[in-house]
């Protein structure tokens, strides 16, 4: 059967003699230089896993479906993490059947020939005169070293562990497996090598992105929308040495900083407040980075400011240090906390013991949130995995996460003094844990006030 083409308001109405003329006349552009991506033989492993972990039943991930932002414009694709993690591949509409013989298909659209049809200058969603090149079946098998079909031989019947949720139309033939969906999370938690070589280069260049944005405050603090201002610069940095920013920057000054997700970025700086940046690269292989610095916009922090930075930051520094194979996962955030109950405490805001906050959690009116997270392919990874492997499990070596203690006072809370009142502060690492503690792979940014102060001056010259 022949797919309808997907045409929009700039399709016009072809004649025969042009249907006939656009089949001719065109050169040889079959590849010959394709070479198996860097990730084929990670990703052979990964399926080699998944199979041995559901022997004799049939798997099915699909890679998503193209998502519309307006009418007849849609959103650039990205695919599911999971597709991602098993084939390497990127495309929408590709479906990867792993067998009960443990044997893997990949799926796919493969590019449409130039001597039949009309989909290569005329369809507007996978049309290659539209929106480029997809690889053939041939160059496919070499780049993912994987088994490759066309989309429409793919016959989805009998039983089968679907990761549901992802495209409809597979949706619509088999019900999604939510032990499947759980598994394909769960395996992620550990990384392999090529992944953390993957994070830390995502992680430099989100750093070389964090020293771009100081070189630009002196501009953005006269822009009427300083934080949008620094969001593009960041943005080009994300575009320029990866796939795209891996999640909506957080571009927050003043007492939007207290807002969690801030990420409408359209206030001005001034020169008196923090900014709170949040913000990763996402590789090309679509791991992503995730950095918060809390800068001093005049370039120095006013005494206020250093006393609540310097909180977050001892909070930060006990969670690091309680990080190690065989501690719980949840240690390093209530070692964060209790830094700042203390440190409420002392301040004299809230007068019960940091014994009893910890009960109480009455520090949690400051802080609001956890203290980190797993990191990956997702900004936050593995979120499908159940609660006994990731939130209530232990540290393993090769885990990949971030800790990001922070303190949000609200600009109305009436409980704290006036000179507090709209601070929000956060500082956010990204570390791999190693056999005997974890590395710091986000350490080309400084964390200390003193070493921020100092590295700012150095950039803005």
């Known amino acids: 059967m022949t797919e309808p083409l997907n045409t929009g308001s700039h399709d016009l109405p072809v004649t025969a003699a042009l249907t006939a003329f656009m089949r001719t006349g065109w050169a040889d552009t079959r590849r010959t230089d394709v070479a198996a991506l860097p990730i084929a033989p990670w990703a052979a492993r990964r399926r080699a896993a998944l199979a041995a972990r559901f022997p004799g039943e049939r798997l099915v991930v699909p890679s998503g479906t193209l998502k519309v932002r307006s009418n007849d414009s849609d959103y650039r694709f990205r695919p599911h993490s999971a597709f991602s993690y098993l084939t390497g591949a990127g495309e929408p509409g590709d479906v990867l059947v792993i067998e009960p013989s443990g044997e893997a298909t990949l799926y796919l659209r493969p ?12 369809d507007r969603r996978y049309g290659e005169f539209w929106v480029g090149r997809r690889p053939d079946l041939e160059e496919a098998a070499e780049l993912y070293q994987i088994g490759c079909a066309h989309i429409r031989e793919l016959s989805l019947s009998g039983p089968a562990r679907v990761l549901g949720g992802v495209d409809a139309a597979v949706d619509a033939l088999l019900p999604g497996d939510a032990e499947f969906e759980s598994f394909l999370s769960e395996m992620r938690l550990i990384k392999d090598a090529w992944e953390i070589g993957e994070l830390q280069s995502a992680v430099d260049a989100t750093a070389r992105g964090f020293e771009d944005v100081v070189r630009a405050l002196p501009a953005a603090l006269g822009h009427p929308r300083g934080e949008r201002y620094l969001e593009g610069v960041f943005g080009l940095r994300s575009r320029l040495e990866g796939n795209a920013a891996g999640y909506d920057s957080i571009v927050a000054s003043g007492a939007h900083a207290c807002v969690l997700h801030w990420i409408r970025n359209d206030g001005r700086l001034d020169p008196n407040d923090l900014l709170l940046l949040d913000a990763g690269v996402e590789s090309d292989t679509l791991y992503t980075a995730d950095i918060t610095r809390t800068l001093p916009l005049s370039g120095r922090f006013s005494p206020v400011q250093r006393q609540a930075y310097e909180l977050v930051y001892e909070a930060q ?13 949840r240690d390093f955030h209530l070692a964060a906390m209790r830094v700042i109950s203390e440190g409420l405490h002392d301040w004299g805001l809230l007068r019960d013991s940091p014994d009893a906050l910890m009960e109480s959690g009455l520090y949690r009116r400051y802080t609001l949130c956890s203290s980190g997270h797993m990191l990956g392919l997702d900004v936050h990874d593995c979120a499908r995995a159940r609660s006994e492997v990731y939130l209530d499990g232990v540290l393993e070596e090769g885990q990949v996460l971030t800790v990001e203690p922070g303190l949000y006072l609200q ?30 792979m986000s350490a080309a940014l400084p964390r200390h006030p003193a070493e921020v102060e100092s590295w700012m001056a150095g950039l803005l010259g």
Do not use: H, N, W
């Open 111 to 122: 590019r449409s020939p130039r001597e039949d049809g009309e989909e290569f200058y005329r």
């Open 411 to 440: 600009p109305d809370d009436l409980t704290l003094p006036a000179e507090f009142r709209g601070l929000g502060i956060r500082i956010e690492d990204d570390l791999v844990i190693t056999a005997d503690g974890a590395r710091l």
């Open 317 to 329: 520094t006990a969670g690091i240090a309680a990080l190690k194979p065989g501690a719980r996962f």
